[in-house]
């Protein structure tokens, strides 16, 4: 099996700063894309980051310049940097990850149990 646990929620003030990670583990033998999803009450769940094995990052415009994804292949470990963070930030968030468990198997999405961010005006 393969497991997703995220770290690094909690309250904040408009304006401060969280850094979210997401560590895999488990039957893991490679990891493709890895990204963070955020999902308020009664909304939908929305991607606010993506982050490709090789680097290559993806926003959206309302966290483009604020929000930050990094990750550590060797860790299989992906980071949320949260600058500037404001009311509308606030959400639970879940992280995805591709996950191959094995040669001969395809990629799957996992998620994580999610994280809650406040961010209080």
């Known amino acids: 099996q393969v497991q997703l646990v995220e770290s690094g929620g909690g309250l904040v003030q408009a304006g401060g700063s969280l850094r979210l990670s997401c560590a895999t583990s488990?039957?893991?033998?490679?990891?493709?894309?890895m990204a963070w999803y955020r999902q308020a009450p009664g909304k939908q769940r929305d991607m606010v980051a993506s982050?490709?094995?090789?680097?290559?990052?993806n926003y959206p415009d309302s966290v483009k310049g604020r929000f930050t994804i990094s990750r550590d292949n060797a860790k299989n470990t992906v980071y949320l940097q949260m600058n500037s963070l404001k009311p509308e930030d606030t959400a639970v968030y879940y992280c995805?990850?591709?996950?191959?468990?094995?040669?001969?198997?395809?990629?799957?999405?996992?998620w994580g149990q999610g994280t809650q961010v406040t961010v209080s005006s």
């Open positions: 995805k990850a591709e996950v191959q468990t094995a040669t001969w198997t395809t990629f799957a999405d996992y």
């Open positions: 982050i490709t094995g090789g680097g290559r990052t």
């Open positions: 488990g039957r893991v033998f490679r990891v493709n894309i």
